[in-house]
């Protein structure tokens, strides 16, 4: 099966996926005292022990959270929003080494993930990922 970001309805059909890449790894690049600031993002971490087997369903005021999360880092890497004790320099230097994805077809993948929360989150769908 391998990793997947799927959106389903409450039908369980999948109406978008995508690999779940911006959703495993980002949490752990935060300052351990930051990540309270993104509770959703550190719970969907690889390492974070919240999954039942290899899935963890996101929905509701977590999938809003989750959102809001993500449009931060977006604007984080973009240096448009700054949080105390972060260098975005070096959040966006170990975002690249640990994603891959911090070039320009890693900003439309982030981009991409935002779109599909953002319309999971308007159609009252969720968020399964798959390890």
């Known amino acids: 099966m391998g990793r997947s970001m799927e959106i389903v309805d409450k039908n369980g059909t999948i109406h978008m996926e995508c690999h779940p890449g911006f959703l495993l790894y980002t949490s752990k690049i935060f300052p351990k005292a930051l990540r309270k600031a993104f509770p959703i993002l550190t719970?969907?971490?690889f390492y974070s022990?919240?999954?039942?087997g290899e899935k963890?369903?996101?929905?509701?005021?977590?999938?809003?959270?989750?959102e809001k999360e993500l449009i931060m880092?977006?604007?984080i890497i973009n240096y448009q929003y700054f949080i105390d004790g972060l260098d975005n320099s070096k959040f966006k230097?170990?975002?690249?080494?640990?994603?891959?994805?911090?070039?320009q077809e890693g900003r439309?993948?982030?981009?991409l993930?935002?779109?599909y929360i953002s319309e999971a989150v308007a159609k009252k769908f969720?968020?399964?990922v798959l390890l």
Request: charged fraction near 40%; avoid cysteine; hydrophobic fraction near 35%.
């Open 73 to 75: 880092v977006r604007e």
């Open 56 to 66: 963890q369903e996101i929905e509701g005021s977590d999938l809003i959270e989750l």
């Open 126 to 128: 969720k968020l399964i």
């Open 43 to 45: 719970k969907l971490d």
């Open 93 to 103: 230097e170990y975002l690249l080494k640990e994603t891959d994805d911090i070039n």
């Open 113 to 115: 993930n935002i779109r």
């Open 108 to 111: 439309e993948f982030l981009d």
């Open 49 to 52: 022990g919240n999954y039942t």
